[in-house]
C-alpha cells in the first residue's frame, strides 16, 4: 500500500527566503510522485511531477523537487518565496501496487508568505 | 468545456436527505476520480472511472455512496441518507491518460456539502 507523509501543517517564510516542503512517502513499488497546489476556493493544480527519468524534477512557478528514493522523499524547493506562493501544497504517490494508478495525497501543508 | 466542472458548489441538506454532485470532466479524459477533502485534510479516494467503468471503489465510505459515469463522460456522486460525517468538499478529477500517468489530474472546485 502506498502513502504519503508531508511534515509540518503549515510552513511560514518571508518574501525572498528559500521554501523547503518536506514529503516522503511509502511504496511497495517504483512510484510516481507529484505535487499540487490549491490556491484559495480553487481546485488543486499540478505543480510538477516524477517519472522515473530525472530524479531533479523542474515545475511552474520556479518550483522544483528531488526524488531521492534512498530517503523515501520528494521535497518540494523554491529558492525565492513571493507572496502569490501562499497556497496550500499537496504531494501525491501513486502506484501499481493495486491494480490500478491511484493517486494517494498527503494531507497537505499551507504555506504562509510574511513580506 | 476548457476545464472540470462541478455542480452545485455548495449544497447544504438536512441529515436523511438524499444529495446528488455532478462532474463534468475536460471533453475525451479517459479518467475519472472522486475524491473527498474533509477540513484542514487532504483528499481522499471514493472512486475511480476509466471511461464509462467503475475500475475501483475501494474508497466509498459506505453503501449510501453510490458514484455512477454511465456514458464515460459526466460522472455523479450520489449519497443516500446524508449524516453529519458526511459534511466535506467532493473533489472531482479527470486525466487524459490511463496506467502509469493517471496522476496527471485536473481538479474542478469541488463541491461543499454540508449536512446539518
Known amino acids: 500500500a502506498q502513502s504519503v507523509t508531508q511534515l509540518g501543517s503549515h510552513v511560514s517564510v518571508s518574501e525572498g527566503a528559500l521554501v523547503l516542503l518536506r514529503c516522503n512517502y511509502s511504496s511497495s513499488v517504483p512510484p510516481y510522485l507529484f505535487w499540487y497546489v490549491q490556491y484559495p476556493n480553487q481546485g488543486l493544480q499540478l505543480l510538477l511531477k516524477y517519472t522515473s527519468a530525472a530524479t531533479l524534477v523542474k515545475g511552474i512557478n520556479g518550483f522544483e523537487a528531488e526524488f531521492k528514493k534512498s530517503e523515501t522523499s520528494f521535497h518540494l524547493t523554491k529558492p525565492s518565496a513571493h507572496m502569490s506562493d501562499a497556497a496550500e501544497y499537496f504531494c501525491?504517490?501513486?502506484?501499481?501496487?493495486?491494480?490500478?494508478?491511484?493517486?494517494?495525497f498527503g494531507r497537505g501543508t499551507s504555506l504562509i508568505v510574511h513580506p | 468545456g476548457a476545464g472540470v466542472s462541478q455542480s452545485p458548489r455548495y449544497k447544504v441538506a438536512k441529515r436523511g436527505q438524499d444529495v446528488a454532485l455532478r462532474c463534468d470532466p475536460i471533453?475525451?479524459?479517459?479518467?475519472l476520480f472522486w475524491y473527498q477533502q474533509a477540513l484542514g485534510q487532504g483528499p481522499e479516494f471514493l472512486t475511480y472511472?476509466?471511461?464509462?467503468?467503475?475500475?475501483?471503489k475501494s474508497g466509498l465510505p459506505s453503501d449510501r455512496f453510490f458514484a455512477e459515469r454511465p456514458e464515460g463522460s459526466v460522472s455523479t456522486l450520489k449519497i443516500q441518507r446524508t449524516q453529519q460525517e458526511d459534511s466535506a468538499v467532493y473533489l472531482c478529477?479527470?486525466?487524459?491518460?490511463?496506467?502509469?500517468?493517471?496522476?496527471?489530474?485536473?481538479f474542478g472546485e469541488g463541491s461543499r456539502l454540508t449536512v446539518l
Open positions: 501525491a504517490v501513486s502506484d501499481q501496487s493495486g491494480g490500478s494508478y491511484i493517486p494517494t
Open positions: 471533453s475525451g479524459h479517459v479518467s
Open positions: 472511472f476509466q471511461n464509462e467503468a467503475q475500475l475501483d
Open positions: 478529477a479527470s486525466s487524459a491518460r490511463t496506467g502509469a500517468n493517471t496522476g496527471e489530474l485536473f
